[in-house]
């Protein structure tokens, strides 16, 4: 199956300054890679995603890009805001195969934004 | 909320005690989802269902026993847990054939084992 490794584990960066996550896959045939938000004691919600034949994506303050070759994708936001802090976990799936498409998150990163 | 409820959103319950955790979503998903996530610890994937069939059962303890009466319904009937289950219990749903959409999560009860 798929293994997503994500790093760094916490990240702590001062308000205005940029924070980049990075993921690692390891099925070439994944496809799709999102990225969830999760606020201290709320649900993961989606943020940002990509999709295969795209290299970069952004939205505002995050972009994620993505390098096929490499198997690895990376989250970026840019001025940050003590909002932004919170746990950040990155998926991938692939669609289509005998495998019904299930996301294989990372183990998470914690923000911690420092006005 | 999100199209994904689950209730109760807290529970207490000792070692000795049965009870269920519900999820209800009405997006029209075929897939569903049980996690479990403990304090600083990552999503931990328990059981997949597909259109009713669970798919995946990724090594859970037999206290833990899901339901999926229906595509819209799923459960997970507690018994006899131990502390160390403590933990936010989320549930997700997704369109089995088609996660390009993402999963929807729930936002989770919180269980206590005492």
């Known amino acids: 199956g798929e293994n997503v490794e994500q790093h760094p584990s916490t990240l702590s960066v001062q308000e205005g300054d940029s924070a980049v996550i990075k993921c690692t896959y390891s099925d070439s045939a994944s496809n799709y890679f999102p990225w969830y938000k999760q606020e201290l004691g709320k649900r993961p919600q989606l943020i940002i995603d990509?999709?295969?034949?795209?290299g970069e994506k952004k939205d505002q303050r995050i972009a994620v890009t993505l390098n096929k070759t490499a198997k690895h994708f990376s989250l970026h936001i840019t001025e940050t805001q003590p909002e932004d802090s919170a746990v950040y976990f990155c998926a991938a799936s692939k669609k289509g195969g005998s495998t019904l498409g299930r996301l294989y998150f990372g183990r998470g990163t914690q923000l911690t934004v420092w006005p | 909320e999100t199209g994904v409820t689950q209730t109760p959103r807290h529970l207490v319950m000792g070692m000795t005690n049965k009870k269920s955790l519900k999820c209800e979503q009405h997006?029209?998903?075929?897939?569903m989802y049980w996690y479990k996530q403990s304090a600083k610890k990552p999503l931990e994937l328990m059981f997949v269902?597909?259109?009713?069939?669970?798919?995946e059962n990724n090594s859970v303890p037999s206290r833990f026993s899901p339901e999926c009466p229906n595509s819209s319904h799923l459960f997970l009937h507690l018994h006899t847990l131990q502390p160390e289950d403590s933990a936010l219990y989320l549930c997700?749903?997704?369109?089995?054939?088609?996660?390009?959409?993402?999963?929807?999560f729930g936002s989770g009860t919180r269980l206590t084992v005492v």
């Open positions: 990509i999709r295969s034949n795209v």
């Open positions: 997700a749903s997704s369109q089995a054939l088609d996660t390009e959409r993402g999963y929807t």
């Open positions: 269902y597909n259109f009713k069939e669970q798919t």
């Open positions: 997006l029209g998903h075929n897939a």
